[in-house]
């Protein structure tokens, strides 16, 4: 008689790892709006203006370490309209893309409406955009293969070496921005390796795991797979390795997209319907993509702590910084005070320590012990507008997605495009999209693929050895991928999840089980 093989189980039981979120501190960014500066009076110059008042003196002093020591002396300008011609000197200012496929609000009033508008353009690029320099007084154009060369976008605020030729132009020969800020948290003893993919199987480090574009709702939903993510992550599926790794991921962060965008037919819809005063009698809206994600939510919250962020597909305002969703939105989940709901971008200071919790199963913090020292971690996360708002202005290659996240970490500003063509709130007096601070790690959601650096200072002036760990995070709806981040030495893993025959995992190559299912670590 053949004899059942047992079930293996772990020696021991298994204890969620624990982290808690630290309290921000007077140089942490905050993305909210409170009322009292909900105003939408103000013009957009104000941005500029605040936002080269903020990185000038960042900008003057890298300039002048790098260029002081040069025999021919150049001359510091205060003012861009007082370059003087033929003599080698440098001026900081705001970089203006001026770009004929770039939309144009004017145009696009202007135009005859009973014709249907042009499909948006994939890229703004081409060979006839020129790069300008401006400040409060005025605006001269660069001109040079070093410009090309620096692949800059608007907003950017950079020092420009070079001498005004006869008919005006700005002849570059070098080209200087802020550099990486310093870091947010202090360096941490012992935590050199922060290669990609390294086996952790050894030790008990603390992870992040950080998912986007679940897109519950859409046409061709992956319901399966969010179901395998969700059992995943409460530690109730996979053998005994995949049961451990997922007892040492402390909390979620939910990148975006959540939801899909409504499809409506108003052809369709709109044949039959009532109308009152000219217009529809009712909306079509379906609540049970929201109450899938709410469903959804409610057994993560019960495990661990969820962090979610809106994105450009979600129920929310689409102008930067998105504001966090009513948290009434999530039904049950929303009774857990591990349930946070975050501004996008949003800033995270999170620690890992060896304390015990006083409250077991909460979700914010377990009963758990460590080995090692505390350490505290800065995350700032995005849902993906800035890089991919970037992307239209880059040729590609030489461009990436990547590179274009680490250069927002070289130019200490997370979103330098706005307000040019990626819709923010019109600021008066401040620009928070200005890092003051390098964080340790850098997720950037809705993302079409998985992709991760470490990004360092280029010429010594950071904190030496330190790095930010940049994680691309894919559509999960279309990727099936879960991204593990090492909060101690910032090692990447990633889990892919894909079901033989349904939509997630497509956009990318699934490893694939005996019984086709798949949650592969990569």
């Not at 409406?113 to 955009?129: M, N, Q, T």
């Not at 922060?194 to 897109?215: H, N, P, R, Y």
Request: hydrophobic share 35%; with cysteine.
């Amino acid at each position: 008689m053949a004899t059942l093989d047992s079930i293996p189980t772990p020696s021991c039981p298994l204890v969620r790892s624990t982290s808690t979120v630290v309290p921000p501190t007077d140089m942490t960014p905050s993305f909210l709006i409170d009322p009292k500066n909900k105003s939408y009076k103000h013009q957009y110059a104000n941005i500029y203006f605040t936002r080269l008042t903020m990185l000038r003196n960042a900008v003057e002093k890298r300039a002048k370490a790098r260029w002081d020591g040069l025999q021919s002396e150049p001359l510091y300008v205060a003012r861009v309209l007082d370059v003087v011609k033929s003599q080698l000197c440098w001026v900081i200012g705001t970089v203006y893309m001026d770009m004929p496929l770039k939309p144009n609000v004017l145009e696009d009033i202007g135009r005859d409406h009973s014709i249907p508008a042009p499909p948006l353009r994939e890229k703004f690029y081409c060979d006839e955009d020129s790069v300008m320099l401006e400040d409060e007084s005025g605006r001269i154009k660069l001109v040079g293969g070093r410009v090309s060369e620096e692949r800059l976008v608007t907003g950017v605020i950079v020092a420009a070496l070079g001498m005004e030729t006869p008919i005006g132009d700005f002849e570059v020969v070098d080209m200087c921005t802020a550099g990486l800020a310093r870091f947010a948290e202090e360096e941490i003893l012992g935590s050199d390796a922060m290669d990609v993919d390294v086996d952790s199987s050894s030790t008990q480090d603390e992870f992040v795991a950080v998912i986007s574009g679940l897109s519950i709702g859409s046409p061709s939903p992956a319901d399966a797979q969010i179901q395998m993510l969700v059992e995943y992550l409460t530690g109730e599926v996979g053998g005994p390795e995949d049961q451990r790794l997922a007892s040492q991921i402390t909390r979620l962060i939910i990148a975006g997209n959540s939801l899909s965008l409504v499809e409506y037919d108003e052809e369709v819809e709109d044949e039959k319907r009532p109308r009152k005063f000219g217009a529809s009698a009712q909306a079509n809206f379906s609540p049970h993509p929201n109450l899938a994600l709410s469903a959804h939510l409610h057994d993560l919250t019960s495990a661990l702590p969820v962090h979610i962020l809106p994105g450009e597909d979600d129920p929310s305002g689409i102008i930067l910084p998105q504001q966090p969703f009513p948290r009434a939105m999530f039904g049950k989940a929303a009774a857990f005070e591990s349930f946070y709901c975050e501004s996008n971008p949003a800033w995270l200071r999170v620690r890992c320590d060896e304390t015990e919790s006083s409250i077991p199963n909460e979700g914010r913090t377990s009963s758990s012990q460590s080995n090692h020292s505390p350490v505290t971690r800065s995350l700032l996360v995005t849902s993906g507008q800035p890089v991919l708002d970037m992307y239209k202005y880059l040729p590609t290659p030489p461009s990436s997605l990547v590179s274009i996240a680490a250069s927002t970490l070289r130019w200490r500003h997370v979103a330098p495009t706005a307000p040019d063509t990626l819709w923010c709130h019109p600021y008066r007096d401040r620009d928070p999209f200005v890092l003051r601070e390098t964080p340790d790690i850098y997720l950037v959601g809705g993302m079409p693929k998985f992709g991760t650096e470490l990004v360092g200072s280029e010429d010594g002036s950071g904190t030496a050895g330190r790095c930010c760990r940049i994680v691309l995070v894919p559509s999960f709806s279309q990727t099936g991928v879960l991204v593990l981040v090492n909060m101690r030495t910032l090692e990447v893993q990633r889990v892919d999840f894909g079901v033989e025959g349904l939509s997630a995992g497509g956009g990318e190559q699934q490893p694939s089980g005996d019984d086709g299912d798949a949650m592969a670590k990569g």
